[in-house]
């Protein structure tokens, strides 16, 4: 079966299916607004996300998992704590005791670990230090009609993210300027406390431990990274991969496509702001995916608004996590039947839940259009129903039902 070949006969078409989105989209923002990972929110969201996709599923559900969601963007304030502690050490080990330079070490040492625990390794090593919550999972599932031989699972994220205060306040290169000093800082930092435990140049030691005020403005800066008190509405980040989900299911449902031998599956994470939580929780949960011997693949659709910096990532987690390159491909494909010539490449910074099903076995990848500076709108109040980019949508449903239909015919 040809995805264009439905397009001819087809009782809803993707421009329908487009409407069908950005109006969810745009209801889900009024209803229910800002979607923090484990709030009432974010629950009634899913649950009237879940209420839609019966009309197009053969099997709906919601699963809970638990969820600490402020331990992840901690590690931000952590930092700034860690190294205001380690510049003063480095003064006392300057003035008196070189030897404090050892707790200065030990203070970055510990901003480094928070640093590559979770965010870069996205691990849970300050969950428990946090309030624990419940979050879920939507699964909706149109099974074969005859042996299930593989399986393609679209995925978005239903929560949305604390308020980037140097993103909305200085433009889409604050959190770059200020991450940078604070980076800069905390070389300088070490480089201070080397010199001080060498202790054969006292004077270096005391000047450089004086240079640091110039960077207390970075460590301080860092506790106000995000905004806590305030949450934004995520309609492109992630409704729209949400949205571009049940689009697919609701284009297969309402066109009477059923495959004989392939099961699609839409997943609606929860709590992929919060460290990717909920993608992780459902793989956690779901070892048959990996281990049932039926051939799974997962394709992560995350803030679909800037089709002209649209991107198939193969390197997720800023580059720690390599995405499997057959999934990558079968996307590509999809594009250039779409007209559409997509680069593949490496998310800069931050990650999708393409990496949880990666880390889990499961062959994936993941398609973005956003502006990776990042946009404007990314993560602050600016990313709402109103800035919906309704072409570049429906592009990317077009794209994912193509890729739906090869990997029916052939597989990766």
Known sequence: MNFTDTLKTAKTGTKECTEFAVNGITNICEKFGPRPCGEDSEKQAQETMLEELKAFSDEVRRETFKVNPDAFM???????????????LNMVAAKKNPKAALGSVALIGGALAGITGEFLLYKKMLDKFFKEKESGNVIAVRKATGKTKRRIIISGHTDSAPEWTYTYKLGSHGVIMVAGYAIAGLAYTAATSAVALSAKNNKAARKMALGQAAFLPAYGALYKFTN????VDGANDDLSGCYVASAVMKYLAENDISFENTEVVAVLAGGEEAGLRGSKAFFEA??????????????????IRDEEYMMIYEKDMTGMVKNDKRVCDLLKRAGEKQGKDIPIGAIPIGSTDAAAASQAGIPAASIVA??????????????????????????VINIILEAVFDFDENGI
């Open 228 to 231: 806590n008190k305030r949450y």
């Open 370 to 395: 956003m502006d990776p500076a990042p946009a404007r709108y990314y993560h602050t109040r600016l990313d709402t129903a109103d800035i919906l980019n309704p072409d570049c949508i429906e592009k």
């Open 74 to 88: 901690s590690f931000v304030p952590i930092a700034g704590t860690c190294l205001i502690g380690a510049s003063a």
């Open 286 to 303: 779901h070892p048959e995916y990996k281990n049932d011997g039926i051939e799974t693949v997962f394709i992560s659709a995350d803030t």
